[in-house]
């Protein structure tokens, strides 16, 4: 079946330092991927999308990458600030009829100042 | 900007009572959700609905009910809770297939806690 896959629960990073979210997903349909960011006491909010129309994704300065050879989409931001501290979970829509998301577990960025 | 709340904001019930946990949009959107975020599962769907008078079981439906009367309202009902059904519910709407559009808008959570 569909799923989707979050290895990393928590990731500590220091103000500036570079960030890596992995996500991995199984599906047989053409995907659309999300990545949403939840903040502390809010509910989740779209970060960005992509199609297998193209390959990237990019929102305040956060990057998604998807690669339909490895059936993986990956978050990524340059340098990260204080008020990045969420969680941010990996999602995906079989296909463009589909009703269902899919989300991932979800993970706890906590970026120290 | 898209709406969607929620009521209660926090409930605490006994187990075996019944507890009704209500959500608002004003997106005009046709499909609803109802999901339930637990620390190491994130956010898991109980049951969602493409327009008024339709429920459908999402993948974790055991022990809850929907209703959705309207296109606005989308209700989610526990007829016995249980202390298993502790959790934060989140309820979305959305339009699948949108383009851009097509995303969840969320509300802001009921915490339930059964005692």
């Known amino acids: 079946g569909d799923s989707v896959i979050q290895m990393q629960g928590q990731v500590t990073l220091s103000e500036n330092d570079f960030l890596f979210i992995n996500c991995t997903y199984s599906?047989?349909?053409?995907?659309?991927l999300f990545w949403y960011v939840q903040y502390s006491g809010e509910g989740p909010q779209l970060l960005l999308q992509v199609t297998t129309a193209n390959n990237k994704g990019s929102s305040r300065g956060f990057e998604a990458t998807y690669d339909k050879g490895t059936t993986s989409f990956h978050l990524q931001k340059t340098s990260v600030q204080e008020i990045d501290s969420a969680v941010y979970y990996c999602a995906m829509r079989r296909d463009t009829n589909a009703y269902k998301v899919i989300f991932g577990k979800g993970t706890h960025l906590h970026v120290l100042p | 900007e898209a709406a969607v709340t929620q009521s209660p904001r926090n409930k605490v019930a006994v187990t075996g009572g019944k507890v009704t946990l209500s959500c608002n949009q004003t997106?005009?959107?046709?499909?609803m959700y109802w999901y339930r975020q637990d620390t190491g599962h994130g956010l898991r769907l109980i049951h969602y609905?493409?327009?008024?008078?339709?429920?459908e079981k999402g993948d974790i439906p055991d022990g809850y009910k929907a209703s959705r009367p309207s296109q606005e309202n989308f209700s989610l009902i526990l007829e016995l809770a249980t202390p298993s059904q502790t959790s934060v519910y989140f309820c979305?709407?959305?339009?699948?297939?949108?383009?851009?559009?097509?995303?969840?808008?969320f509300g802001p959570g009921t915490r339930l806690l059964v005692l």
């Open positions: 609905s493409y327009g008024a008078g339709s429920t």
């Open positions: 979305a709407s959305g339009v699948p297939g949108q383009g851009a559009g097509d995303t969840q808008y």
């Open positions: 997106n005009n959107h046709n499909n």
């Open positions: 599906t047989t349909g053409y995907p659309t």
